[in-house]
């Protein structure tokens, strides 16, 4: 009797037992299963799992995050296929290729003239003076004419161009009815054509960055110009020759073949805005690679480097409308010269807004 029931009691542990295998088995396939539905992106039809909708929820439902945040919508350039079939195509693709190889054309061994000093207009309008925040031309030809507070006039879009030249390439602009001063201007209003009121404008310019409350520091912006920006634009700040010797890979940040003291890349606000969201290479203002207090700083090293001069006692005559972190006296406030290029201009931008009222 003892030896049967023994026998029962074993029979009952691995009757027990099978069951348990059993189970866990299931479980081990199902869990296996799961995991490859996931794993495949697989999912189940909506109408399988979701309730059927609930008209009042709905109509006072809160609407998506996306759609109530207004997000900026930066202005995007129109593509150059576009041009097929334009009468003008020809002219307008040459504009652009003097945007972009301005040396090439225009520099000291230009094959149409000699008017510049080997930089190219896209060293500051980026892509073609396509790029956000980067100087790009989405509202350019459209803002002409318009009054000018450097020169204190109502200009035309011909006359800024000519400032470039005489500025930022430090040389002479083509003339006004030469075929490369009409080819510019037809690029310029045909990129800018599909301005829109509901997009942003305001990264046609340089992204403003904030004021530091102490100087912009040379010695600081020295080490910063070797770590992130010798590797390009040169050691002493000369750039890297073209290929064909017409112009410039990288340009020049100083000396003879730079932007002169009369440029507004010389105007410190204007050149840590420009690096801060541009430089180095592969930076953009999505994805920044110097601080504010770098740009800044690598600005204040580059213009304080030697460079070419332009005579601008001419400018701003009204000094009511003289940017802050412009170089150069006098002045409406009682600020330093040395002040007003290299900051801190927390204190002279309080002071300078009451001013500007007056003009």
């Known amino acids: 009797m003892k030896t049967e029931r023994n026998n029962e009691d074993k029979l009952q542990v691995f009757a027990r037992f099978g069951k348990y295998l059993v189970w866990t088995s299931f479980l081990f396939v199902v869990i296996m299963f799961s995991l490859v539905l996931a794993l495949s992106g697989f999912h189940l039809p909506k109408s399988f ?33 576009q041009l097929q079939g334009k009468a003008d195509a020809d002219l307008i693709r040459y504009g652009r290729d003097l945007i972009v190889r301005t040396a090439y054309y225009l520099g000291p061994q230009g094959i149409v003239g000699k008017l510049t000093n080997g930089m190219n207009c896209q060293n500051c309008h980026l892509d073609a003076g396509t790029r956000p925040f980067a100087n790009n031309f989405s509202i350019f030809y459209a803002g002409f004419p318009k009054m000018s507070a450097r020169s204190g ?9 000519n400032e470039c030249f005489e500025r930022s390439m430090n040389g002479k602009a083509p003339g006004r009815n030469s075929r490369e001063m009409v080819a510019m201007l037809a690029y310029l209003k045909w990129v800018g054509k599909k301005q829109d009121a509901a997009h942003s404008i305001a990264d046609n310019s340089v992204k403003k960055i904030p004021y530091l409350d102490v100087p912009a520091d040379p010695l600081k912006g020295k080490m910063v110009y070797a770590s992130k920006c010798s590797s390009c634009h040169g050691e002493t700040g000369k750039g890297v020759a073209s290929p064909d010797g017409k112009g410039y890979m990288y340009p020049p940040l100083w000396g003879r073949d730079s932007y002169n003291d009369g440029a507004g890349m010389f105007r410190l606000g204007n050149f840590a805005g420009f690096v801060k969201n541009n430089m180095p290479y592969g930076a953009t203002y999505k994805d920044p690679n110097l601080t504010d207090a770098e740009a800044w700083d690598v600005a204040a090293f580059v213009n304080a480097q030697p460079r070419p001069h332009l005579d601008s006692k ?46």
């Open 153 to 161: 006039r109502k200009e035309e879009a011909f006359e800024r161009i």
């Open 314 to 359: 001419n400018d701003y005559k009204n000094l009511y409308t003289k940017p802050i972190d412009y170089p150069f006296g006098p002045y409406a406030d009682h600020f330093s010269e040395k002040q007003h290029k290299y900051g801190p201009f927390i204190d002279m931008a309080e002071q300078h807004a009451p001013i500007k009222q007056k003009k």
């Open 49 to 81: 799992y979701a309730d059927k909708p609930n008209p009042s929820i709905q109509k006072n439902q809160i609407k998506p995050l996306e759609r109530r945040v207004a997000k900026p919508e930066y202005w995007k350039a129109p593509d150059t296929m």
